[in-house]
C-alpha cells in the first residue's frame, strides 16, 4: 500500500484522529503516518492551525461551511460545488451505516401498533436569522396535538432525553413524525437530521436541501418544499395521523430508491478521489501565497499560536 503522511487538526476538542471515519476508511487503501510534518492535512473549521502547514490542505467540513480554495487545495463537505477540486460528502454518511436504513425486513403495522407519542422535535439551540422557521412549524403543529421537545430548547418532558445520538434514536422510535429541519436551505447539505428518524420508523417532516430527492425516494418522507405553506403541511400531518391506511403508505415506501444505499455511501467513491490527491503532484495553495518563510512543511511561527474555536452550540 502507498505510504502517505497526513495529519488532523481544527475539529473538535474531543477529536479522535484515528477513530474518525476518513482514517478508518483511507487505512484501508493506504498505508497512513500520522505525522506533525504531513504531506496532507486535512482540516476543519474549528481553528486556524491549518494556516501554519505548507503541504497540501484537504477542507473538510459535514456542516454547511464552503471551502476557501485561497485556503485549501482540496475539499470535502456536505454542500454541492461543480468543482473538480471538491467531493460532496453528506454528514449523514458518517453518522449511520446505510442497512440502518433498509426496510426489507420491516413489519409496517407493527412498527405503527409501538408508537405512543405523536410528533417529536429535538433541537439544543437555534438562531433566530438562520432557522427561526423550524421554532415556528413546533409551535403551529403543536395547536394541533402536543409535539415532543426533547431537546435542551423548548423542551417539555421534564428534561433532554439523555444517551446523545442513539438515546435520540430511542425517543424517536415512539414518535410516528419528526420535525427534521436543517439549520438553513442549501443545495447539497444535508445532515443527520433526517437520517435520524429515518432509523427510527419515523416519519420525518424535512426542511432544508432543495436537492435532497437526489438521496433519498421523496414518498418516503414529507418535504415542506412540496407545500406552498406551513398549513397545508400541517393538514397532511392531520390527515395522516387520523388515518392509518395512509399513513401506512409512506411507511411501506423505501428510504433508498429500491431499497439500495445511494451512491454517497460508496467508499470507492471517496477513495477514489482521495487516490488522485495523493497522486496528482501539485504547487500547494500555501505555497503559492506571498513571501512567507518555510521550515520542511512547516511555517516558521510556533504551531499552537494559533487557538481552536469551539464549535458551535446549536443543532
Known amino acids: 500500500m502507498k505510504k502517505i503522511r497526513i495529519d488532523f487538526c481544527d475539529f473538535s476538542p474531543n477529536f479522535n484522529k ?32 491549518h494556516r501554519l502547514h505548507s503541504g497540501v490542505r484537504i477542507f473538510f467540513s459535514g456542516e454547511s461551511d464552503r471551502p476557501d480554495f485561497n485556503e485549501c487545495d482540496y475539499s470535502i463537505a456536505s454542500i454541492k460545488l461543480d468543482d473538480p477540486r471538491h ?6 454518511v458518517i453518522w449511520g451505516e446505510p442497512g440502518e436504513i433498509i426496510k426489507q425486513h420491516d413489519d409496517p403495522e407493527k412498527l405503527l401498533a409501538a408508537k405512543t407519542r405523536f410528533c417529536s422535535f429535538v ?10 422557521n423550524r421554532v415556528d412549524f413546533f409551535h403551529k403543529l403543536s395547536r394541533y396535538k402536543k409535539v415532543d421537545s426533547g431537546g435542551k430548547k423548548f423542551n417539555n418532558i421534564g428534561g433532554p432525553i439523555p444517551g446523545g445520538a442513539r438515546g435520540k434514536i430511542e425517543f424517536l422510535r415512539q414518535c410516528k413524525f419528526n420535525i ?27 426542511w432544508g436541501d432543495p436537492d435532497i430527492n437526489q438521496h433519498f425516494n421523496p414518498k418516503s418522507f414529507l418535504n415542506r418544499a412540496d407545500f406552498p405553506s406551513d398549513e397545508a403541511l400541517i393538514e397532511k400531518i392531520i390527515e395522516l395521523d387520523r388515518d392509518d391506511a395512509k399513513y ?48 520542511g512543511r512547516w511555517m516558521l511561527v510556533k504551531r499552537h499560536h494559533w487557538q481552536p474555536a469551539q464549535p458551535p452550540t446549536w443543532a
Open 87 to 92: 467531493l460532496q460528502f453528506p454528514l449523514y
Open 180 to 206: 427534521a429541519y436543517e439549520n438553513r436551505s442549501l443545495a447539497g447539505y444535508t445532515t443527520e437530521k433526517i437520517f435520524e428518524p429515518m432509523v427510527s420508523r419515523c416519519l420525518p417532516i424535512y
Open 248 to 295: 401506512l403508505e409512506f411507511m411501506r415506501q423505501p428510504y433508498f430508491y429500491d431499497d439500495k444505499p445511494n451512491t454517497f455511501f460508496d467508499p470507492a467513491r471517496t477513495l477514489d478521489f482521495f487516490e488522485r490527491i495523493f497522486s496528482t503532484p501539485i504547487t500547494p495553495v500555501a505555497r503559492k501565497r506571498g513571501k512567507s518563510y518555510f521550515f
Open 123 to 132: 433541537i439544543s439551540g437555534y438562531h433566530p436569522r438562520k432557522n427561526q
Open 18 to 49: 484515528r477513530e474518525f471515519y476518513l482514517y478508518k476508511l483511507l487505512a484501508t487503501r493506504f498505508d497512513l503516518e500520522i505525522c506533525d510534518q504531513p504531506d496532507f492535512l486535512i482540516y476543519c473549521c474549528y481553528g486556524h492551525e
